[in-house]
């Protein structure tokens, strides 16, 4: 009888740790929709996965994946369920298996830092960087990430900076009109915390297969056009194919004052930025922005910081000063949405998906939530929330 209730009980215990098992598996796999990158307030980061990002709520420590320091930072590239990131002087793929992060593959990359991506097809993936010394030589790489072996490797000689503008950030990259089409600007450094940015936007018109320079084109309507991707989405093109990007002089960017965040448009049959369109955001907000995601029927969101809120660039991040806007590209019009001020001053806070905007903000009651923005009635609630072990929610991305 006893040896009959010890087997019943290790049964038990069997279905238990297997029940457990799956429900972890499922909890963390590259087969569930969403990923989310997390700063706890112990300082570490976390990822969880989720299928359903509408409801509920999850435990980061309980549910999340740690991730090492020596893996990745929040500017990881997310693409068809693996992770990619330039770290200790290579660019390292990653999944999740048993649930944890595992490296499976790597690249030589030395001294170099990611500033802009682009996805070329499924498995092609476009990188400009940076060197990590002069923070002024251009290269770019294309990466067949299905066997994960650079295709191609140039240098692009842009033209020389001018006087004391030593450094170049570039701010966006797009195939456009049979053409690659490169925005950058320059900077001046004054210490090793303070810099700000030339008065003008550069866009280089490239042939894609050869990387020549076709044309350079100059517009001093605002500055710092876009900025780094895989931090923050500051671009898009349209359904007609028309490009829609960002430029960022704020003071988390650019950090030149003088002149206003701005959208700017190149049409879908020219490489030219259009003369004749200029979105002023910050004369509409009285601010500056940083952020923008595209809803579709000419309308996207935008996170415009408040000047009034924060003292300077040093609680810049840590105040609850975020607001977010829909904007009508066309009528120029924006629109601002009834949401707690989110902190975090550089975040992949909005995912756009079956008409809704899920919008993660991290508010003043410590409250770290998914906020769901219906694009046709316009109506908000609340979707997936965080527990208080969380301290930013860096970053929501589509995973599979």
């Known amino acids: 009888m006893q040896l009959k209730l010890i087997s019943k009980f290790s049964l038990l215990l069997l279905i238990v740790f297997f029940i457990g098992c799956s429900n972890r598996d499922q909890v963390n796999s590259t087969t569930n929709k969403y990923s989310l990158y997390i700063m706890n307030k112990d300082l570490g980061n976390t990822i969880l996965t989720t299928n359903s990002i509408d409801s509920g709520t999850m435990d980061i420590l309980k549910n999340g994946i740690d991730v090492p320091t020596q893996y990745f930072d929040r500017s990881i590239i997310i693409h068809e369920g693996f992770f990619y990131h330039i770290k200790s002087e290579k660019f390292r793929k990653f999944e999740i298996k048993e649930n944890a992060l595992t490296e499976i593959a790597a690249i030589p990359m030395s001294d170099q830092h990611i500033e802009n991506i682009n996805w070329q097809g499924k498995d092609t993936l476009l990188i400009f960087t940076l060197d990590n010394k002069t923070y002024s030589k251009l290269h770019y790489y294309k990466i067949d990430v299905k066997r994960f072996e650079i295709l191609q490797k140039e240098e692009i000689p842009l033209p020389s900076p001018p006087p004391n503008f030593t450094t170049i950030s570039i701010g966006f990259s797009t195939l456009h009109h049979n053409n690659l089409i490169i925005g950058y600007t320059y900077n001046k450094v004054f210490n090793e915390t303070d ?145 707690p001020y989110d902190k975090g001053t550089r975040k992949e806070s909005v995912l756009v998906e079956n008409g809704k905007a899920y919008i993660t903000i991290d508010d003043k009651d410590d409250n770290h939530q998914v906020w769901i923005y219906n694009i046709l009635t316009k109506e908000i609630s609340t979707g997936l929330k965080l527990d208080k072990e969380t301290d930013f929610i860096v970053r929501i991305d589509k995973l599979n």
């Open 195 to 339: 810099f700000t940015t030339i008065d003008t936007m550069y866009m280089a018109t490239l042939n894609p297969e050869n990387l020549q320079i076709r044309a350079i084109q100059k517009d001093n309507r605002s500055t710092y056009p876009g900025g780094i991707n895989t931090v923050q989405s500051y671009s898009f093109a349209d359904e007609n194919g028309n490009f829609y990007f960002m430029s960022c002089p704020g003071i988390a960017l650019g950090n030149n004052l003088s002149k206003p965040t701005a959208i700017f448009r190149i049409p879908k049959d020219t490489t030219k930025v259009d003369s004749t369109y200029f979105f002023n955001l910050t004369a509409a907000t009285q601010n500056h922005a940083y952020g923008m995601w595209y809803l579709g029927n000419n309308e996207a969101i935008i996170r415009s910081e408040r000047k009034d809120l924060y003292n300077d660039f040093s609680d810049h991040h840590s105040t609850y000063q975020f607001e977010y806007y829909v904007v009508d590209l066309l009528k120029q019009t924006t629109t601002k949405l009834k949401l």
